[in-house]
């Protein structure tokens, strides 16, 4: 079952913006959220982190052009990406240290959305 749903992947062309959104199922109860990324031929990347309380962290490529945001009310995270470049192209994937049903301390996963870069 997917845990998680990204969406608003797509074309973009360098430079310009684009936010990918993800959505919790009500049975999970969400803790830290992450969004990562992977370009083909190249391992998963942790691009950006969020806690509950709203501290974040950017790996050092994207820091300045995304931003990572949540509601927790709604079980909702955004990763708003601006100034896009070409290295920026991959799939996204949403991820969350989460309670899934009655099970504490797992790892939470969507199926992940493309980013294309280009002009």
């Known amino acids: 079952q997917v845990q998680l749903v990204e969406s608003g992947g797509g074309l973009v062309q360098p430079g310009g913006s684009l936010t990918l959104s993800c959505a919790a199922s009500r049975s999970i109860t969400l803790y830290d959220m992450r969004w990562y990324r992977q370009a083909p031929g190249k391992e998963r990347e942790l691009v950006a982190a969020i806690t509950r309380g709203g501290d974040t962290e950017y790996v050092d490529s994207v820091k300045g052009r995304f931003t990572i945001a949540r509601d927790n009310a709604r079980k909702t995270a955004w990763l708003q990406m601006n100034n896009v470049e070409f290295e920026d192209a991959a799939v996204y994937y949403c991820?969350?240290?989460?309670?899934?049903?009655?099970?504490?301390?797992?790892?939470?996963w969507g199926q992940g959305t493309q980013v294309t870069v280009s002009s």
């Open positions: 991820n969350a240290k989460a309670t899934i049903g009655v099970i504490p301390r797992s790892n939470a």
